[in-house]
C-alpha cells in the first residue's frame, strides 16, 4: 500500500543505503525533470547507487513500500522520461560510472550505466576503437539504452537497438537479470535484451551495458552541400543511399538554422537547404566515394560550401551541426526548446519536412528543422519565448500535427526521443493493435506498476 | 480442456477452414519434423492458411478447445523447433507466399511469412536490391525470423534481428497486431518485433513480416586461403576485423570438410585449415581491399588457393560452401545429421574449434567443422549412420560438451538454429536468472501454453 507521507520507504532506503539517499530540496527539484519543456514534482528522495546490488536493494524496498521508481541517467531527455511525481523515488545512475571491461579482440565494452558516452570513448581510443552511436549532446550509456537513442551515425552503425548485446537489469521485485551475452550473435530464447532497450525503466532498471564497438576509422571526410530545394535535398540523399556509396553520416539543416548558426559560431554557408555529408574508410577509398558522391551531387544541382578531411576541421564543422539547437534558441533570449522527432519512409520525407514549415511559417513561430536524413528521421525545433502560454500552445498543436502526419505517412511518433510521459498517446495511436499485448507484459513484470510509471505504455483499465 | 481424440477441434477447424485443413496420414508424418534429428508425432491435422485471417481463424479455434499450434515454415529448421505431437495442429505457413510490398526507394519489403528467401530475392532483383540474410539452404521469411537465423552474410549484414524491422503476429487468443513499422529506425515503445524475432512461435505465429533490403553491390571478390593451423586462422580473422577493412563474409572450412568437398563436388583445395574471403563494392574498392587483406594474409602465413571475381565463377566456390553438409553426410552412406551450432567471442574461437576437434578425434566419430567465424559462430556436423545408437550417444555427449565449453567461455548455445525443442536446457543454463522473466511473459501472452508448447522456453513451475 502506497504511503502519502513516504516517510516509511525514505527511512527504510536510508537504513539499507544511508548517506546514497538524499532528500536536499534543491536536488530534488533538480532531479524532478529532463532537459525538455515536460515538469516533473520533487521527488521523495534521490538515491544514488553505486552497483547493481544496491539498485537492487533500493528497488525490492520501493517495492514492499509500492513506491514508484523513477530511473535517470544525465537527464538529458527531451521527452519527459525522468520526470518524477511527488511520491517517488528517484534512482539516479549517475555514480555507476565504470568502464567495467574493454574486449578490444571481442570488440565489444561493458559498462555501468552512467558511463557517459564521452568516457567510454576515452576508454576506448587507445584501443583504436569506438562507440559512435549516440545523440550530439554526451549522455549516459544507460539512458541511450533506456531510450533506444541513436543520432548522426545511425545511417552508417544502426542505433542503440543495433548496437547493445546484454543487459544487466534490475526487476520490479529487485531480482538482477542478465540478458543477451558477449557474443555477435545468438538466437537462444527471448530478446529480453531488446525487450528492456527502450522501455524506459518502465520494465526494469538497466544497471550495466555491453554494446559493441568499432574500429575508428582511418580517414573520415565531412562536405557541406547547398540544394536548390528541399525536395533535391531529399532525392540526392535517396539517391545516394541506393547506390554503392557508403554513407557514414548525412544531415539536413534548413535556411532558418544556417542563419542562426552564422550568428551564434560564425559558420557562413548559403543560405539554402544543406546537407552534411561524411565518408569514412582509407584515404584513397573516401576520396573515391566523395567523387562520386560529387558526380551525383551536381546532377540535383547541389553546390559544395565547404568540406574537411582534417580531424579537427571536420570537429568544428560537427559542431555547427551539434550547435544547430542553441543556435536557434539563442534568436529569442531565454527560451526553452519544444521538438518534434518523428521519422518517416524516406520516400516521404521531402513532403513531411515542407508540411511542417508551412505549419510553422503559418503560425509565425520560430523554428529550426534539422534531420538524420539517411533514415527519414526529423525534428523541429520549436523555440518557446518565456512566459508565453500562447507560443507554447501553437507550437503543442503544430507538434501533434506533425506527429499525426508522420502516422499516416507510415512512420513513427518518435525516431530517438522516446516517449517519455510526452508520447504516450501519440504511441497507443501507432502501435493500436499491440498496445494490450505490451499492458500484458507491463502487468506480467511490474504487477504493482512502481517502475516509472506512466511512462512509455498508457495504462491498462482495470478490470 | 484438451480432448483426447482430437475430431472436435479438427471438426470445428474443417467448418470454419474448409479444404484449408488436411488430415492425410502421409502429410501429416511428413510435416511432424524438420530436417534434424528430433522426431516428432503425426498431429491432428495440416492446415495451411493463405492469409493473416485464416491463421487467426485457426488459432482462435485452436485456443477454445486448449489445443497446441505448432507453425510451420519451409521446415529446414535444425533443433526440432516445429516437430508436432499428436494432439497438435501444425499450421503450415508454405502458401502464405506473396511479395505484399517491394518499396524500393525507402529499402523495405513486406512479405509473408511462408516466401522463401530466393522468391523474395527474385522479387528484388529488378529493383537492384537483395536480401542478403539467411541460411545456405533456402528458407522460408518466416522461418527465418523466428529463429533469429542468420548465415555466413551476418558479419557484414547482420543477422534477421537486425534486418526484421515490423511484423504481422497472431496471438494465442487469435487476436492480429502488428508491430514496428516501416521506417529505419523508431524508439516508439515495447520492441514487440524483437521479443517476436526467435521465438519460435511460442508467442504469436508470425504471417507477416517487414525486411529491410540493400544494394546489390557492384562487385563481389571471393578468395581461398589455406592456413597452417586453425589458430592462425582466427588470429587473421580477428586482426582483419579490426582493420580497416571492411569484410562481406569470412567462413572457416577445416580439413575434413576440404577433403570432403573435393571427392563430393571436385572442389580442390589444400587439404588445410581453409578460410573463404569475400569483399564488396565498386571494383577499385575491391581491389584495393584485397590488396591490403593480402597482406594482412601474408604475415600469418597463409597462402592464396583460388579467387573469383566473376558472379559465376563466386557462385560455384560459395556452392561449395553450401554443400559442405552433403559432401560430409557422403562420407557414410545413409546418414543423417546433428548439428552443434555455439557462437563465442572471437578471440575464444581457436581453443573452443580445437577442444571440440579433438573430442570428436577421441571418439572416433566423423564430423565437419565450419564456421561464420567473423561471428564467432562454428557448427560440428556430427555425421550419424543409420541404425547406429551408439554413435547417437556420443554424438550428443560432444554436442554437450562443445555447448558447456561456450558457455563457459561467455557463449551462446546457439548462433543460428534457435533453441526448438534440442536446446530448451542448454538455454536455461545459459539465461539462469532471465528464465522466470521469460516464463512470465510466455504466461501472460499464453496463458494455455498453446503456442508451439515445449519449444525454447522451459515450463514454468505450477504453484
Known sequence: MAETSGDGVVAALTEALGELVLTEPSLRAEKAQDRSYHRGEPPLAVVQPRSTDEVADAVRICSLHSTPVV???????LEGGSTTSAQSICLDLSQMDQVLEVAADDMYARVQAGVMKSSLNAALQPHGLMFPVGPGVDASVGGMTSTSASGTTAVS?????ENVIGLTAVLADG???TTGGITKKSSSGYDLTHLLVGAEGTLGVITEVTVKVHPIPETAQVSIWSLPTLAAAAELVVAALRSSLRIARVELLDELTVGALADYNGMTFPVAPTLMVEFEGTASDVAAQFAQFRTLAETYAATLADEATEVEESARIWQARHDALPASLSLVPGSTPMISDVCVPISQLAEA???????VDDAGLIASIVGHVGDGNFHVAYVLPPEDPETFEKAKAI???VVARALEAGGTCTGEHGIGSGKVASMAKEHASAIPAMQAIKQALDPQNIMNPGKVVPPRPHP
Not at 157 to 161: H, M, N, P, R, S
Open 71 to 77: 530511473p535517470r541517467g544525465s537527464g538529458t531527455g
Open 157 to 161: 552503425y544502426g542505433t542503440l537497438k
Open 175 to 177: 531480482t538482477v537479470v
Open 353 to 359: 519536412v515542407l508540411a511542417a514549415k508551412k505549419d
Open 399 to 401: 507538434n501533434q500535427r
